[in-house]
């Protein structure tokens, strides 16, 4: 077996912008999380008892949130024109998540390679609301191989990653992780 290295000689598996949103969407996030009622987060098909424990509510693209989606199109544009040079079509209803003392998110993908209707996402994205400071645990990790990597992130830093990827968000200990989530969609890789 012969490796063969990877031209652009930085990370391969995820993309990170910093100080990602501008003042205008996070006010927009601000007046939605204040004006909104979360509800606990639901899975299927999942043996484990607790997989997930966090309190999420869909921001829906409408007048008063389009310029948070358009600030989220250009991002993920950005991203996929410079590391991924992916066929991307559209992005889903984005996903607003606090994860309280003991949150957790257990390990899990966003989709397979290969989706219903010649469609899958491709690409998953979070964007840390809060200071890191604010909570201890409720890491993002990618599970790449064997062990996990932690993904270091500041407040208003998003990450990109394929979908297809493994990844979980370990159990917050104190305070409460607060994040933006979506995922963009495309046609299937095979």
């Known amino acids: 077996m012969l490796f063969l290295r990877n031209p652009d000689g930085v990370n391969t598996w995820h993309y990170i912008i910093n100080n990602c949103l501008s003042e205008k969407s996070l006010e927009i996030i601000d007046i939605f999380s204040t004006n909104t009622t979360l509800e606990k987060a639901k899975m299927f098909n999942v043996d484990s008892e607790t997989p997930r424990v966090t309190n999420i509510s869909f921001i829906e693209l409408?007048?008063?949130t389009a310029d948070l989606y358009q600030n989220?199109?250009?991002?993920?544009?950005?991203?996929n024109l410079s590391?991924?040079?992916?066929?991307?079509?559209?992005l889903e209803t984005?996903?607003?998540s606090e994860y309280p003392v003991g949150g957790?998110?257990?390990?899990?993908?966003?989709?397979?390679l290969k989706g219903p209707n010649g469609l899958n996402r491709k690409l998953?994205?979070?964007?840390?609301?809060?200071?890191?400071?604010?909570?201890?645990?409720g890491d993002l990790e990618l599970f790449l191989f064997k062990n996990?990597?932690?993904?270091e992130m500041k407040k208003n830093d998003i990450v990109f990653f394929p979908s297809s990827i493994p990844h979980r968000v370990t159990p917050v200990i104190k305070g409460k992780r607060i994040?933006?989530?979506g995922w963009v969609v495309g046609p299937n890789f095979v």
């Open 62 to 64: 409408k007048k008063n």
């Open 72 to 79: 989220v199109g250009d991002l993920i544009e950005k991203a």
């Open 83 to 90: 590391h991924f040079n992916w066929q991307l079509l559209f």
């Open 94 to 96: 984005m996903q607003y």
């Open 104 to 112: 957790t998110y257990c390990m899990h993908t966003d989709s397979s």
């Open 124 to 137: 998953s994205f979070s964007i840390l609301l809060n200071d890191p400071s604010e909570y201890e645990g």
């Open 148 to 151: 996990p990597e932690k993904i």
């Open 179 to 181: 994040s933006l989530v």
